[in-house]
């Protein structure tokens, strides 16, 4: 299953951005998908996951300003992301995994599924 996604651009400290993460159909391997980011030199992070019951994650630095949802096929993930930071910036992927539950933010090994990354930059 391939993951496309979009929404990533430049924008100043306060800003928002809503990215998606589109498959062409729905498929098991889907059914938990979450967002990681990304900068040179570091380690992917996630930011928030969701799962096929609807259970949803953030990392503590993104709680309340950014929100993962789904839509009803299941085959799109979406994140806003409010409030931005400069801290915020970074590669932005979209990875998927089967099974049906999801119990916190699990790490980027328990994905099998990667999308090829939409860049989020915010400056001050």
């Known amino acids: 299953v391939e993951l496309v996604e979009s929404g990533g651009d430049s924008v100043e400290v306060g800003g928002s951005l809503r990215l998606s993460c589109a498959a062409p159909?729905?498929?098991?391997?889907?059914?938990?998908m979450a967002w990681f980011r990304q900068n040179p030199g570091k380690k992917r992070e996630a930011v928030a996951a969701i799962d096929r019951e609807g259970v949803i994650y953030y990392a503590d630095s993104v709680k309340g300003r950014f929100t993962i949802s789904r839509d009803n096929g299941g085959n799109t993930v979406f994140l806003e992301l409010n409030n931005l930071k400069p801290e915020d910036s970074g590669m932005y992927y979209c990875a998927a995994a089967p099974g049906s539950r999801l119990y916190g933010l699990v790490p980027s090994e328990a994905y099998r599924t990667w999308g090829q990354g939409t860049q989020v930059t915010v400056s001050a």
């Open positions: 159909e729905y498929h098991y391997s889907l059914n938990c």
